[in-house]
Nanobody, 126 residues
Framework: QLQLVESGGGLVQPGGSLRLSCAAS???????????IGWVRQAPGKEREGVSC????????NYADSVKGRFTISRDNAKKTVYLQMNSLKPEDTAVYYC????????????????WGQGTQVTVSS
């Protein structure tokens, strides 16, 4: 499995932007390019929600309907980092955001990933 560390969260006003980063350490026989990477969020009192996911190859991405058109996921295997660009943020985007990894691209269809980061808090408030 990978060690994953999220960064980039913080407090932002509605309509603002944040860019989250997920840095991976490859304490595994598999390098980052073998892993699908997802972003999952959890708000107080709500269940975990898969926000976005990118396949191991980077050739396929998906987004929750609630963030489609506002968020963009990308990966830079050379930097061992996955990003989530979040634009036009809304108060309902407030949550702890986790990055997660799995060797199976099918993990992108849910939230059952093998490896998880510690999470970074995103708060959208005026």
């Amino acid at each position: 499995q990978l060690q994953l560390v999220e960064s980039g969260g913080g407090l932002v006003q509605p309509g603002g932007s944040l860019r989250l980063s997920c840095a991976a350490s490859e304490y595994t026989e598999f390098t980052l390019d073998y892993y699908a990477i997802g972003w999952v969020r959890q708000a107080p009192g709500k269940e975990r929600e898969g926000v976005s996911c990118i396949s191991a190859s980077g050739g396929s991405t998906n987004y929750a309907d609630s963030v489609k058109g506002r968020f963009t996921i990308s990966r830079d295997n050379a930097k061992k980092t996955v990003y989530l660009q979040m634009n036009s943020l809304k108060p309902e985007d407030t949550a702890v955001y986790y990055c997660a990894a799995d060797l199976d691209d099918a993990a992108c269809h849910g939230t059952d990933f093998e490896s998880w980061g510690q999470g970074t808090q995103v708060t959208v408030s005026s």
